[in-house]
RNA sequence: GCGCCUGUAGCUCAGCCGGAUAGAGCAACGGCCUUCUAAGCCGUAGGCCAAGGGUUCGAAUCCCUUCGGGCGCGCCA
């Protein structure tokens, strides 16, 4: 049972002893519901608040306060006091810093229940013949985040890269490889000369309107399986993953399946037959739609005047064949707010077709990237690729190294997983739906809150704990008493939450709360290393220290994993 | 025009299912390395929580209005 449980316990039990028999008074569940953190851990570890009870008991929260107090017997509470319509209590630090240091915030206590349940995450889905730039990053890894956040609470996960694989443009691309391009040239200039051949053909078609037509044939070929476009089509294909899997391996992203929109080809029917058969699908304007007006929104297009499908036909025919496939219980849309209207009007076609696990689907959105305050733009180049950025983020923290760990064992790992790690970081530390504008030298900044200030921290923890070693200081809580000051017992409050952090990120799709969660746990246990000599003659206590410093690391480690980064031990 | 999101210190943001003096980091200024990693720690300064109304014992937080910013609103995805 949890400490917080335990004193809504106590403050019911409290509760009956002062006020019996009084109708209206919450039980154990509500008054948990009410506990609070007071403002300055000084005044306690829990506070709650009368003033809920003051219409109840008719009386002034001070005073109920007062009549609780009188009531309070209970070991585990040390203190309990009032302050003005507050019951403070302060849990007795020595049990609390036992029964803390107990946990194992490497693993999650994980139900059978989850185990049993699916989670579709949808996330990066990159477009073919286009270059990995900052844009793509936040799909990435937010995904990725999330992916290993429900890994680690149990559930049955599958990673999705829905690939932009579908439309004409890929016939126009074709076009301009035919008359332009060379096999030896996109093999070694990659995404870079597809993008090359792309803009040559609508210089060439502004002149020669032609064109255009060619480009429509050539993606006409696609579709109707001609073998000579399919195979130049699953080229271009393989050379656009081959240069995006150089940014996932950095990254340390990977996924299940790589299943893009052509996948979906051959499963579009069902869902017009469907939509067709339920009488959903009326005409307007020469297109099929699904009209939406009661619910608020413009009308969802499913089939276009000329009898082709969009792409809310396809997000529907995917919903259905994952449905299908991995019955899953949640599936999660990692895609930019622009999509806001979109996603709801074809979660909504979903639940008229009378599938009632259209409440399962999930959009979850994040804000934009801009680049010194305009929006970005691989025409004007005005971009950022990934590959300069995290090359730039290693550079960067390769020289740090040189400078401030000259003797470093193996510094070109880690100057990659601290440069990284920093992008990482800085991606997920806040609310996903900020905009985010980029500049270089806040992408640059390895000082204050970033991801090298907590792998630091983290490398701090794994150097002590080797000096331990050498010591044979072993990581030992039972003298908790040497854990009782200020310091380490805000250490101990930030392990002691970290499973209900973890716990809401998932539940707000929100990875930033756990990035916050261990910036403040290394904040919190940078202050206490500098207060506290942790190695020193008492070897007792000594042993109690290393054990709050091994719950650190191995708390920070778990924390880095799940937001997609990695924990180096020297640094 | 309509809809969704957003507005908190110079900058970037926490806090938003109501609670006790609104918190961090960056930038600025001032301290701390003969002791366990100074990518660190401590301190100073910086805020009519966009504005106005309302609900409440209590509002940055909930509701309404206004203003500023972003995004979207039919055959692209």
């Known amino acids: 049972m949890s400490t917080k449980k335990r004193i809504a316990g106590l403050v019911f039990d409290c509760l009956q002893k002062a006020f019996p028999d009084t109708p209206g008074l919450p039980g154990p569940d509500e008054i948990e519901g009410f506990l609070e ?7 306690g570890d829990y506070a709650f608040p009368c003033f809920r009870l003051s219409k109840p008991l008719r009386k002034a929260p001070p005073m109920i306060a007062e009549a609780l107090l009188a009531a309070v017997d209970a070991p585990e509470v040390a203190t309990a006091a009032v302050a003005g319509g507050y019951l403070n209590f302060a849990l007795n630090r020595e049990n609390f810093a036992r029964e803390t240091l107990a946990l194992d915030n490497t693993r999650y206590a994980a139900t059978a229940d989850n185990a049993a349940k699916t989670v579709c995450i949808d996330y990066s889905s990159i477009n073919i013949a286009k270059r990995f730039h900052i844009g793509h990053l936040t799909t990435t890894m937010l995904g990725h985040s ?5 890994d680690f609470l149990g559930y049955r996960t599958v990673g999705i890269n829905h690939l932009g694989d579908w439309g004409t443009q890929f016939g126009k691309m074709i076009c301009a490889y035919k008359r332009w ?4 040239e996109v093999e070694t200039g990659g995404v870079d000369e597809m993008t090359r051949l792309y803009v040559r053909f609508h210089e060439e078609a502004e002149k020669a309107p032609a064109l255009e037509d060619e480009g429509r044939a050539w993606f006409k070929r696609i579709e109707d399986g001609d073998p000579e476009a399919l195979e130049i089509f699953g080229w271009f294909k393989d050379v656009t993953l081959k240069d995006a899997q150089r940014v996932y391996d950095k990254l340390g992203v990977t996924f299940d399946y790589y299943t893009g929109e052509s996948f979906y080809n051959d499963k579009m029917d069902r869902v017009v037959t469907e939509l067709t058969e339920k009488g959903l699908l009326t005409e307007s304007e020469g297109a099929r739609v699904v009209d939406l007006e009661a619910e608020g929104m413009p009308p969802c297009l499913i089939l276009k005047r000329d009898g082709a499908t969009l792409y809310a036909t396809r997000d529907i025919a995917a919903a259905l064949y994952r449905k299908d496939t991995f019955d899953f219980t949640k599936a999660l849309y990692v895609v930019a707010y622009q999509q806001d209207l979109h996603f709801r009007q074809w ?53 740090i190294i040189e400078e ?6 193996d510094k070109e790992t ?14 997920l530390q806040n609310n996903r739906i900020k905009d985010i504008d980029f500049w270089w ?17 983290h490398a701090r923890c794994c150097s002590l704990l080797r000096k331990a070693e050498e010591a044979d200081v072993l990581p030992d809580a ?27 990120a998932a539940s707000r799709y929100e990875p930033s709360m756990i990035t916050r969660h261990i910036t403040r746990l290394a904040q919190a246990y940078n202050k206490y290393y500098y207060e506290h000599r942790i190695l020193d003659e008492d070897k007792a206590a000594s042993a109690a220290r290393v054990k709050l410093t091994e719950a650190v690391r191995n708390t920070m480690r778990t924390g880095l994993w799940l937001i997609g980064m990695e924990a180096p031990e020297r640094m």
């Not at 009632?356 to 959009?363: E, G, I, K, S, T």
């Open 478 to 504: 039972a003298l908790a008493s040497a854990l009782t000051d200020d310091e380490a017992q805000e250490v101990l409050r930030l392990l002691s939450r970290f499973d209900e952090v973890i716990l809401e």
């Open 347 to 399: 979660f909504k076609v979903l639940e008229k077709m009378g599938y009632p696990w259209a409440d399962d689907l999930v959009h979850v959105s994040f804000g934009m990237v801009s680049y010194e305050g305009q929006s970005l733009s691989t025409r004007k180049g005005h971009i950022i690729y990934l590959d300069e950025l995290l090359d730039r983020a290693v550079e960067k923290a390769r020289a």
């Open 181 to 184: 391009g060379t096999k030896a």
């Open 441 to 457: 030298d806040r992408a640059l900044n390895f000082d204050g809150e970033t991801g090298p200030y907590v792998q630091y921290t």
């Open 146 to 150: 999330l992916k290993r956040i429900h």
């Open 37 to 43: 953190l007071p403002p300055d851990p000084a005044m």
């Open 414 to 427: 880690v100057a990659r997983q601290v440069g990284i790690g920093a992008v990482v970081y800085a991606d």
């Open 404 to 409: 401030k760990s000259p003797d470093l064992a």
